[in-house]
Nanobody, 115 residues
Framework: QLQLVESGGGLVRAGGSLRLSCGAS????????MGWYRQAPGKQRELVAR???????NYADSVKGRFTISRDNAKNTVYLQMNSLKPEDTAVYYC?????????WGQGTQVTVSS
C-alpha cells in the first residue's frame, strides 16, 4: 500500500503564500505521477497541478504563474508552492498518486484565503 500525508494548509490573507507538502510512504515504487487536487464546498474536485515521474508538469489555468509543483525524490515528497493566493483558492487540497495498480489519495488539508 501507498500512504500519502499532506501538511502545510492554513489560513492566509489574499496575496499571501503557503507551501503544501505531501509525503509518500509504504510501497512507493512505480508511481507514474503525483499531483494536487482541490475541492471547494459545493464544487467538484479539480486538478490543480501534476508532476510525472519524468518531471513533466501541468497546471490548471486558474493557478498558472502563481503555483509551482516540485518534488524531492530523496524524501519521497511533493510540494505545492502557492503564491498570490486568492479567496477563490479556498478549498481542501488533496495529494494524489497514480500507479498502474490504482489511484491513491491523502486525507486532505484545508486552505482558506481571506479577502
Amino acid at each position: 500500500q501507498l500512504q500519502l500525508v499532506e501538511s502545510g494548509g492554513g489560513l492566509v490573507r489574499a496575496g499571501g503564500s503557503l507551501r503544501l507538502s505531501c509525503g509518500a510512504s509504504g510501497i512507493i515504487f512505480n508511481i507514474n505521477a503525483m499531483g494536487w487536487y482541490r475541492q471547494a464546498p459545493g464544487k467538484q474536485r479539480e486538478l490543480v497541478a501534476r508532476i510525472t515521474s519524468g518531471g513533466n508538469t501541468n497546471y490548471a489555468d486558474s493557478v498558472k504563474g502563481r503555483f509551482t509543483i516540485s518534488r524531492d525524490n530523496a524524501k519521497n515528497t511533493v510540494y505545492l508552492q502557492m503564491n498570490s493566493l486568492k479567496p477563490e483558492d479556498t478549498a481542501v487540497y488533496y495529494c494524489h498518486a497514480a500507479r498502474v495498480t490504482g489511484d491513491y489519495w491523502g486525507q486532505g488539508t484545508q486552505v482558506t484565503v481571506s479577502s
